[in-house]
């Protein structure tokens, strides 16, 4: 079973609201992912846990807030975006955040943000 | 960081195999490739990888040139379905995946 499930797959919310986009796997991986998506654009990395912790932040703004639960479960807090935070969030894991081995990335279907 | 180049367009016809082309000039030696595909308002699909030898599995087989500067990417026998975004993908030396620009496959009958 190589799934990453994603809640919800659509989202409206507004500039004013306070939501949360969740992922889940059961894989056993150590690595999880949030890439930020727009149309006609490749997925751009937001945030890499590893064993729980946060280990790369690509200069996003604060407005979005990852939580790592446990090792399964990756959530990401949404507050006060703008209209331009409108995207596909897709979340992904793989065995390990190290790539020395070339182990596989594999994501979820994403989450369709609105904001209005 | 290693970047790739890839067509931003190709076309195949629907049994043929479709050859997708990538150069990473500046590939590390222990970097490696990797091929994933996103077919329309889906997530990226995991394809294969390899590091120096050619590889092969149930979906398509990756060729990678001797000096690795580049790679190729075959389906061999295409169908409708195949049609997507391919990105061809080097690993930076951090704990990163960055995808390029892609090349835009259209499978037509």
């Known amino acids: 079973d190589t799934e990453v499930t994603q809640t919800p797959k659509h989202l409206v919310m507004g500039m004013t609201n306070k939501k949360s986009l969740k992922c889940e796997q059961h894989?056993?991986?150590?690595?999880m992912y949030w890439y930020k998506q727009k149309a006609k654009k490749p997925p751009e990395l937001m945030f890499v846990?590893?064993?729980?912790?946060?280990?790369i932040n690509e200069s996003v703004p604060s407005r979005f807030s990852p939580e790592c639960p446990n090792s399964s479960l990756l959530n990401l807090h949404l507050h006060a975006l703008q209209p331009e935070d409108s995207a596909l969030y897709l979340c992904?894991?793989?065995?390990?955040?190290?790539?020395?081995?070339?182990?596989?990335?594999?994501f979820g279907e994403g989450s369709w943000l609105t904001v209005v | 960081d290693a970047k790739t180049t890839q067509p931003p367009s190709m076309d195949c016809a629907e049994g043929r195999a479709a050859n997708l082309p990538c150069n990473h000039s500046?590939?590390?030696?222990?970097?490696?490739v990797y091929w994933y595909r996103q077919i329309h308002s889906q997530g990226p699909q995991y394809i294969i990888h390899?590091?120096?030898n050619n590889e092969t599995n149930e979906m398509a087989s990756l060729i990678i040139t001797e000096d690795r500067k580049s790679s190729t990417l075959i389906l061999p026998h295409a169908t409708l379905r195949d049609t997507a975004v391919y990105y061809c993908?080097?690993?930076?030396?951090?704990?990163?995946?960055?995808f390029g620009t892609g090349t835009r496959l259209q499978v037509f009958p």
């Open positions: 992904a894991s793989s065995q390990e955040a190290s790539w020395v081995t070339g182990n596989t990335i594999y």
């Open positions: 894989m056993g991986h150590r690595a």
């Open positions: 846990y590893s064993y729980e912790k946060l280990s």
């Open positions: 500046t590939i590390s030696g222990n970097e490696y």
């Open positions: 390899g590091l120096k």
């Open positions: 993908i080097v690993r930076v030396a951090t704990d990163k995946l960055i």
